[in-house]
Nanobody
Framework: QVLLVESGGGEVQAGGSLRLSCSAS????????MGWYRQAPGKERERVSC????????YYTNSVKGRFTISSDNAKNAVYLQMNSLTPEDTAIYYC???????????????WGQGTQVTVSS
């Protein structure tokens, strides 16, 4: 079982930036990919970004391309999400996830953090 702990959420005005961090512990040898999902009120959870620890390949959902940047530090079992040019539509709870699954698989991830709230005001 992988334990994931996020930090870095908060409230920011539109156009601002936030950086989310996530640290993994326990069973980290099995992690193939790490990523970020988000869930806004009344909406389904959606994947924001994913990074492969094996080959460094990166995926972004279309709405964040050019604004968000995912990175990882394998030695620290950590993943980060730099979010720039934030809009109110980015308001959601952001969840860190890690799994043996590759980034090409969007559903079925089993290890999740507790979530961190990101609120963007207009």
């Amino acid at each position: 079982q992988v334990l994931l702990v996020e930090s870095g959420g908060g409230e920011v005005q539109a156009g601002g930036s936030l950086r989310l961090s996530c640290s993994a512990s326990g069973g980290t040898f099995s992690i193939r990919s790490m990523g970020w999902y988000r869930q806004a009120p009344g909406k389904e959870r959606e994947r924001v970004s994913c990074i492969s620890r094996r080959d460094g390949s990166i995926y972004y959902t279309n709405s964040v391309k050019g604004r968000f940047t995912i990175s990882s530090d394998n030695a620290k079992n950590a993943v980060y999400l730099q979010m720039n040019s934030l809009t109110p539509e980015d308001t959601a709870i952001y969840y860190c996830t890690a799994d043996y699954l590759p980034c090409t698989v969007v559903r079925g991830w089993e290890n999740w953090g507790q979530g961190t709230q990101v609120t963007v005001s207009s």
